[in-house]
T-cell receptor, first 113, second 115 residues
Framework: DVKVTQSSRYLVKRTGEKVFLECVQDMDHENMFWYRQDPGLGLRLIYFSYDVKMKEKGDIPEGYSVSREKKERFSLILESASTNQTSMYLC????????????FGSGTRLTVV | AQKVTQAQTEISVVEKEDVTLDCVYETRDTTYYLFWYKQPPSGELVFLIRRNSFDEQNEISGRYSWNFQKSTSSFNFTITASQVVDSAVYFCALSEKGGYQKVTFGTGTKLQVIP
């Protein structure tokens, strides 16, 4: 069964901490994505990557960075966590999001206190 | 710019009722793709269907059916004889051929099916 795995389901961090959210896929997909989901706002794209070491900003990249050193792994980094980054974070991968849609992970619910 | 509107924030129905989730989209492209995803309480979004802009045929899959109408820019989703397991948040999404990996999601409709 193909999978996108996010390392943590729930995470609580303090303001100012550096936070790493990890995502691994086993489908050999070139494209990987990080979204955040907030009530009333739906899903908003933070960053995506179409190849190893390649990245593109999404709609809300401020306060975030990403790393993709290997094809199967895509990490989201909060350089200095703030309370307004409390959210559900969803990782996804795809052969082509435009044509085939996404396979999503289960999400990481991050609370910044 | 592309946009997806799901005007229904929350819907409650009694089990076995039919329910329709609305989705209205905006795009300037003539080639685009529409999607529906289901997010159960467990959190993982699950792909339900993809439809391209050149295929206006309605689709039925078991109790699920989708009605795509380009004239009204709508891609509505109907669940027939709803069940408690249908309780979830449902997202409609749009991608444009020209927009590289750009997928726009609606804000979601939370469906609660009451036993």
């Amino acid at each position: 069964d193909v999978k996108v795995t996010q390392s943590s389901r729930y995470l609580v961090k303090r303001t100012g901490e550096k936070v790493f959210l990890e995502c691994v896929q086993d489908m050999d997909h070139e494209n990987m994505f990080w979204y955040r989901q907030d009530p009333g706002l739906g899903l908003r794209l933070i960053y995506f990557s179409y190849d190893v070491k390649m990245k593109e900003k999404g709609d809300i990249p401020e306060g975030y960075s990403v790393s993709r050193e290997k094809k199967e792994r895509f990490s989201l980094i909060l350089e200095s966590a703030s309370t307004n980054q409390t959210s559900m974070y969803l990782c996804a991968s795809s052969l082509s999001a435009t044509f085939y849609g996404y396979t999503f992970g289960s999400g990481t619910r991050l609370t910044v206190v | 710019a592309q946009k997806v509107t799901q005007a229904q924030t929350e819907i409650s129905v009694v089990e076995k009722e039919d329910v329709t989730l609305d989705c209205v989209y905006e795009t300037r492209d003539t080639t685009y793709y529409l999607f529906w995803y289901k997010q159960p309480p467990s959190g993982e979004l699950v792909f339900l269907i993809r439809r391209n802009s050149f295929d206006e045929q309605n689709e039925i899959s078991g109790r699920y059916s989708w009605n795509f109408q380009k004239s009204t820019s709508s891609f509505n989703f109907t669940i027939t004889a709803s069940q408690v397991v249908d309780s979830a948040v449902y997202f409609c999404a749009l991608s444009e051929k020209g927009g590289y990996q750009k997928v726009t999601f609606g804000t979601g409709t939370k469906l609660q099916v009451i036993p």
